[in-house]
């Protein structure tokens, strides 16, 4: 039948048609859509061009029959696939979509989706035509199937962790745990969820934890926030222990977020203070013996040197000044015994000692050093805790020598009471603090110091003084050790 209208209207209509099925086909090409015909009925197909390519098929190599067609359907996929368009008839449904596996003349198994729209016989019900198109979708299920197995071993490597792992938003809000933190803090994931990263910090310390991510989110730029502490956590049953915090930033669906790595440390930090202990107690042992066992012989050879000195004076007044002299070497080498011999040992076992040594340490520093140094205790302290004394005192000992060497200081105050539950020392200093000094803030001294806090489960926090002046050095540790007493 030829067009109807004019010969100028007819040849319009004609190229018309013919750009849209060029624009159609060039469509086609550029989606990589393949479009099929399939008369039901005949069991023959038509199939354009990016089908046949789709297929792996030169042009014309598709015979058009249902049977070839099939041949072209992966093994593990044919049965499936037929009882899909059986159940697909029976139902008369009009559209389906379903996804399976071709293998190619070459070889090649690719991935396809099929769409298609379905006409039926409106008496007998029987399909006639069925008429859609096809997608390779191949790459896309290969990076879909690399995501989903990445997911299963990070899931498995998460849900099988020793260490806790935890997912925060960015106002620390607990979002995720995996089995071992439940473990360590005795709730389930369910009633951890919702909860501020804080809860899982004890008193003192959870206050300063509660602002602690929010803090450092708006601080931190996106993408590189990150820092590794050691902490201390608290179960749900009220116990406590040290633990190595590990956090770091990720995005998840435009959201700024946390993971934190917490690793407990309580046989490590029992090592640790064992170590401490072990040492500690044979710096006394020796400083016992050259008090009590050195020193003693010294006076006793001083005392010597005094009588026969006196008796050799008489006839030999020359050889009485020698005597004389080495008396003074004596007694000079019996003081730097007995100073040292303080040094190893510089706390009384009392439950005043460590207040005692602190007075005593800053009246020496006077003296030695000729600044101002002043202490000040709360009279309620009582450290009966030898070890405890021995880490306060010397982290009070180097805080002051920095102070001096690195700070040049002229004041320096040491105060020693109670902030909230905890036991409160602070080194401060009128010095050209601790961003402006030769000293390394993270030098052995500070790096020694920070390792003593923590063997007592408490926290040191070095930073500038008050009103931004010289340096303050603010040692907190649980009151454990110490007791409060009533005035």
Same mark, same amino acid.
């Given at each position: 039948?030829?067009?109807?209208?004019?010969?100028?209207?007819?040849?319009?209509?004609?190229?018309?048609?013919?750009?849209s099925?060029?624009?159609?086909?060039?469509?086609?090409?550029?989606g990589?859509?393949?479009?099929?015909?399939?008369?039901?009925?005949?069991?023959?197909?038509?199939?354009?061009?990016?089908?046949?390519?789709?297929? /792996?098929?030169?042009?014309?190599?598709?015979?058009?029959?249902?049977?070839?067609?099939?041949?072209?359907? !992966?093994?593990?996929?044919?049965?499936?696939?037929?009882?899909?368009?059986?159940?697909?008839f029976?139902?008369?449904?009009?559209?389906? &979509?379903?996804?399976?596996?071709?293998?190619?003349?070459?070889?090649?198994?690719?991935?396809?989706?099929?769409?298609?729209?379905?006409?039926?016989?409106?008496?007998?019900?029987?399909?006639?035509?069925m008429? /859609?198109?096809?997608?390779?979708?191949?790459?896309?299920?290969?990076?879909?199937?690399?995501?989903?197995?990445?997911?299963?071993?990070?899931?498995?490597?998460?849900?099988?962790?020793?260490?806790?792992?935890?997912?925060?938003?960015?106002?620390?809000?607990?979002?995720?745990?995996?089995?071992?933190?439940?473990?360590?803090?005795?709730?389930?994931?369910?009633?951890?969820?919702?909860?501020?990263?804080?809860?899982?910090?004890?008193?003192?310390? $959870?206050?300063? !934890?509660?602002?602690?991510?929010?803090? $450092?989110?708006?601080?931190?730029?996106?993408?590189?926030?990150?820092?590794?502490?050691?902490? &201390?956590?608290?179960?749900?049953?009220?116990?406590?222990?040290?633990?190595?915090?590990?956090?770091?930033?990720?995005?998840?669906?435009?959201?700024?977020?946390?993971?934190?790595?917490?690793?407990?440390?309580?046989?490590?930090?029992?090592?640790?203070?064992?170590?401490?202990?072990?040492?500690?107690?044979?710096?006394?042992?020796?400083?016992?013996?050259?008090?009590?066992?050195?020193?003693?012989?010294?006076?006793?050879?001083?005392?010597?040197? &005094?009588?026969?000195?006196?008796?050799?004076?008489?006839?030999?007044?020359?050889?009485?000044?020698?005597? /004389?002299?080495?008396?003074?070497?004596?007694?000079?080498?019996?003081?730097?015994?007995?100073?040292l011999?303080?040094?190893?040992?510089?706390?009384?076992?009392?439950?005043?000692?460590?207040?005692s040594?602190?007075?005593?340490?800053?009246?020496?520093? &006077?003296?030695v050093?000729?600044?101002?140094?002043?202490?000040?205790?709360?009279?309620?302290?009582?450290?009966?805790?030898?070890?405890?004394?021995?880490?306060?005192?010397?982290?009070?000992?180097?805080?002051?020598?920095?102070?001096?060497? !690195?700070?040049?200081?002229?004041?320096?105050?040491?105060?020693?009471?109670?902030?909230?539950?905890?036991?409160?020392?602070?080194?401060?200093?009128?010095g050209?603090?601790?961003?402006?000094?030769?000293?390394?803030?993270?030098?052995?001294?500070?790096?020694?110091?920070?390792?003593?806090?923590?063997?007592?489960?408490?926290?040191?926090?070095p930073?500038?003084?008050r009103?931004?002046i010289?340096?303050?050095?603010?040692?907190?540790?649980?009151?454990?050790?110490?007791?409060?007493?009533?005035?």
């Open positions: 039948m030829g067009c109807r209208g004019s010969a100028t209207e007819s040849c319009e209509n004609c190229r018309a048609l013919r750009q099925e060029a624009r159609l086909q060039i469509a086609q090409r550029a990589r859509v393949g479009i099929f015909d399939w008369d039901i009925l005949s069991g023959r197909s038509i199939w354009n061009r990016e089908q046949e390519l789709i297929y /792996g098929l030169a042009p014309g190599e598709f015979d058009g029959t249902h049977q070839m067609w099939e041949t072209f359907v !992966h093994p593990a996929d044919i049965d499936r696939l037929r009882q899909r368009v059986v159940k697909l029976q139902q008369r449904q009009v559209e389906d &979509e379903v996804d399976f596996r071709i293998v190619r003349p070459d070889g090649q198994v690719r991935w396809i989706s099929n769409r298609g729209a379905t006409t039926y016989d409106g008496v007998s019900g029987k399909p006639l035509h008429i /859609g198109t096809t997608v390779d979708f191949t790459e896309r299920h290969r990076a879909d199937q690399a995501l989903r197995e990445s997911e299963v071993r990070l899931r498995a490597i998460v849900n099988t962790a020793a260490d806790a792992i935890i997912t925060v938003d960015a106002l620390g809000i607990i979002e995720s745990v995996n089995p071992a933190a439940e473990r360590l803090f005795g709730y389930t994931a369910g009633s951890l969820a919702g909860l501020n990263l804080s809860a899982l910090m004890p008193a003192p310390y $959870r206050a300063g !934890h509660a602002e602690c991510v929010p803090r $450092r989110m708006r601080a931190g730029k996106p993408s590189v926030l990150a820092f590794n502490r050691e902490i &201390e956590c608290v179960r749900k049953d009220g116990s406590t222990f040290p633990a190595a915090l590990s956090v770091s930033e990720f995005e998840l669906g435009g959201r700024r977020m946390l993971s934190g790595i917490i690793h407990d440390i309580s046989e490590r930090r029992r090592l640790e203070n064992r170590l401490l202990e072990v040492a500690t107690a044979e710096q006394r042992r020796i400083g016992q013996e050259l008090h009590d066992g050195l020193c003693q012989q010294l006076v006793a050879i001083g005392y010597a040197m &005094e009588a026969l000195e006196q008796r050799v004076a008489a006839r030999s007044p020359v050889d009485a000044a020698s005597i /004389g002299q080495i008396a003074a070497l004596v007694d000079q080498t019996m003081t730097q015994a007995r100073d011999s303080h040094g190893l040992h510089p706390v009384s076992l009392d439950a005043s000692g460590l207040a040594s602190l007075h005593r340490l800053a009246a020496d520093t &006077e003296s050093f000729h600044v101002n140094c002043a202490f000040e205790c709360d009279p309620t302290v009582r450290v009966k805790d030898n070890t405890v004394a021995t880490h306060l005192y010397r982290i009070a000992q180097e805080a002051i020598g920095n102070a001096i060497r !690195h700070g040049k200081a002229s004041t320096i105050a040491v105060k020693l009471g109670w902030a909230a539950d905890a036991l409160r020392l602070s080194i401060t200093d009128d050209v603090g601790i961003g402006n000094s030769t000293a390394d803030p993270d030098g052995i001294g500070m790096q020694t110091m920070a390792y003593r806090a923590r063997a007592l489960g408490g926290i040191l926090t930073g500038p003084g009103d931004g010289g340096t303050a050095v603010v040692c907190e540790t649980p009151a454990k050790s110490s007791n409060r007493r009533k005035r």
